[in-house]
């Protein structure tokens, strides 16, 4: 057993989570995640309506009666989103962890605080992570440059950033990004994390609701078979390498490029039917990471689980102990 402030702070066992993740964060794989003794988030935005968001929360409590917590992405959206409408639904559900990502969760604090939540806000750079300790949350997730999704535009990656925000920071750090083994947990455990967090590790996963040749596909590529698309409009995001990823790349490098040029082929609704769902993987944009090249089955939650914290152990006990020769003897 890996014992950490996160997992004393967040009652569970291992200092494991899936974060959010849209389209995926759903009850199947999120109470999957708590039953193997991790942390893991549904994401509100999946749900249509804040009313869906509680049905799926009371869902998830018939699958699982251990901790869970709901992701709230706070992104500007062409149709306005309800935020307050959607928070109000995690509280009045009696849900104590929310990760918040993209905006800063100030405007949300002052109600998740006085309902006793639990906030962790991923960021990108040291920066940002102060500015939300500044704001109150309980810890922070921070992304380095080798994550799925939005890695920021400073291109820092884990093995310098996790440690330069323990540095600066005086609640729990979580690592995300570049980590899907035993070993990058024990990495990021010695770099001064207390967790580590995981998206397209879990997307490899038997309860994962994806189709089965996206599993298959992250299986099959290596940590090359990513693209950062949307840099040239100042929004990076790492996706999977496919005929539509190297096409809106193509597209940005356009003297006088918009956003416009790209948004047919960057549909998130598109990537979410196409590829997601129907399984055709050359037909839309999907998220994952560099971690790709370290994902070698696809198993089930509770085997990746408890996999990585054997591993992890296994490393910490033996491997690393091993190598810290004995003092001679005086004698």
């Known amino acids: 057993m890996i014992r950490t402030p996160f997992t004393d702070t967040f009652g569970v066992e291992h200092p494991i989570l899936c974060g959010g993740m849209t389209g995926l964060g759903t009850a199947e794989l999120i109470s999957a995640v708590a039953n193997a003794g991790a942390l893991g988030f ?22 699982t009666d251990k901790p869970f917590g709901v992701n709230l992405t706070i992104l500007p959206t062409i149709n306005p989103v ?8 995690i509280i009045e559900s009696g849900v104590r962890i929310v990760e ?23 960021a990108t750079s040291v920066r940002h992570a102060l500015s939300a300790a500044k704001n109150g949350v309980a810890a922070v997730s921070i992304d380095g440059f080798e994550c799925a999704g939005h890695p920021g535009e400073d291109d820092v990656p884990g093995l310098v950033l996790i440690p330069a925000a323990v540095r600066a920071l005086d609640i ?42 996206v599993k298959r596909q992250i ?20 996706v999977a390498r496919n005929s539509i990823s190297e096409q809106i790349v193509q597209l940005e490098k356009r003297p006088g490029s918009s956003f416009a040029d790209v948004a047919a082929l ?3 609704a598109r990537g979410r039917e196409r590829v997601l769902g ?42 690393l102990a091993g190598l810290v020769a004995a003092a001679p003897s005086l004698a």
């Not at 549904?42 to 699958?63: G, K, S, V």
């Not at 129907?278 to 996999?307: K, P, Y």
């Open 42 to 63: 549904l994401t509100a935005l999946t749900q249509p309506t804040p009313e869906a968001l509680a049905a799926e929360i009371a869902r998830t409590r018939d699958l």
């Open 266 to 268: 960057a549909s998130g």
């Open 219 to 238: 299986v099959a590529n290596t940590e090359r078979d990513t693209v950062i698309v949307f840099r040239a409009f100042h929004n990076s995001a790492r």
């Open 100 to 122: 918040t990502a993209g905006s800063s969760p100030a405007p949300h604090m002052p109600d998740f605080d006085a309902a006793g939540v639990q906030v962790i806000h991923k």
């Open 172 to 213: 729990p750090v979580i690592a995300s990004g570049g980590i899907a083994t035993g070993s990058g947990l024990a990495a990021a455990l010695a770099l001064g994390a207390c967790a580590v967090n995981m998206g397209t590790r879990f997307v490899a996963t038997t309860e994962a609701p994806v189709h089965d040749n």
């Open 82 to 89: 309800p935020y307050d409408e959607y928070r109000a639904a």
């Open 278 to 319: 129907n399984g055709q993987m050359e037909d839309g944009l999907w998220w994952a990471g560099q971690t790709q090249g370290l994902i070698h089955e696809i198993d089930t939650v509770a085997n990746v689980v408890g996999g990585i914290v054997r591993e992890a152990e296994e490393i910490i006990r033996h491997r």
